[in-house]
């Protein structure tokens, strides 16, 4: 059964350094997401992208944030410059095109801002 | 805007007890709702959806019936087993250009044998 993946499964990094998670989608997907889940907290939406382009973020995605699909397969985000705050777990998900489509997620990036 | 309300747990139950979690929701038009799980130390699973009001989403013994009278999508489950012990999400999704997942807040289950 297809399955989307995310690498690394956890990064380390010290505040101010710059991060990149890689998410490789269902392959016949069209839309990519991130979201984020803060250790104990509620799962967020940071970001949307479609046809190569985004095509919603939320409020925390700011500049620090941006995504990329680089070939045909992967699906980065980046962040520029980490923050404490950034700490959290990063979920990339993909899905297809119809009307409550399901969005498929993967395994989960933990990142820790030193 | 846009929201979802979902009960508060820790919820702890024996096994072969029934479970519902509560979930309501406040959104423009028609939403499609959804149920995620997410077992200890794994990732988001999508547990069942309704795309339409009145339709019931159904998995792994789960049920939840899209209310719009109510704007509520109640999971309940017959008879729960010890491995149903995880966090359970209600989401919705407006869909068209606006496709992202609004979360509840998590409801945790522990269930005792």
């Known amino acids: 059964e297809p399955e989307v993946t995310q690498t690394p499964s956890h990064q380390v990094t010290q505040m101010g350094q710059e991060v990149i998670l890689r998410c490789v989608p269902i392959s016949n997907h069209l839309y990519f997401y991130w979201y984020r889940q803060i250790l104990g907290q509620k799962v967020e939406f940071l970001v949307s992208f479609y046809n190569n382009e985004i095509s919603e973020k939320s409020e925390i995605f700011d500049d620090q944030f941006s995504v990329e699909r680089p070939d045909g397969s992967n699906f980065t985000l980046k962040i520029r410059s980490t923050k404490l705050e950034d700490s959290a777990m990063y979920f990339c998900?993909?899905?297809?095109?119809?009307?409550?489509?399901?969005?498929?997620f993967g395994p989960g990036t933990r990142l820790l801002v030193l | 805007g846009n929201s979802v309300t979902q009960m508060e747990g820790p919820v702890t139950l024996s096994e072969e007890a029934f479970l519902t979690i509560n979930c309501t929701y406040t959104?423009?038009?028609?939403?499609?709702l959804f149920w995620y799980v997410q077992y200890p130390g794994e990732g988001l699973q999508l547990l069942l959806k309704a795309t339409k009001a009145d339709d019931k989403g159904s998995n792994k013994g789960f049920e939840a019936t899209y209310r719009k009278e109510t704007t509520s999508f109640h999971l309940e489950k017959g008879s729960v087993q010890v491995s149903d012990s995880a966090v359970y999400f209600c989401a919705l999704s407006r869909g068209g250009n606006n496709r992202k997942l609004i979360w509840g807040l998590g409801t945790s289950l522990a269930v005792n044998p």
């Open positions: 959104a423009t038009g028609y939403p499609s």
């Open positions: 998900a993909s899905s297809g095109g119809s009307r409550g489509e399901t969005q498929y």
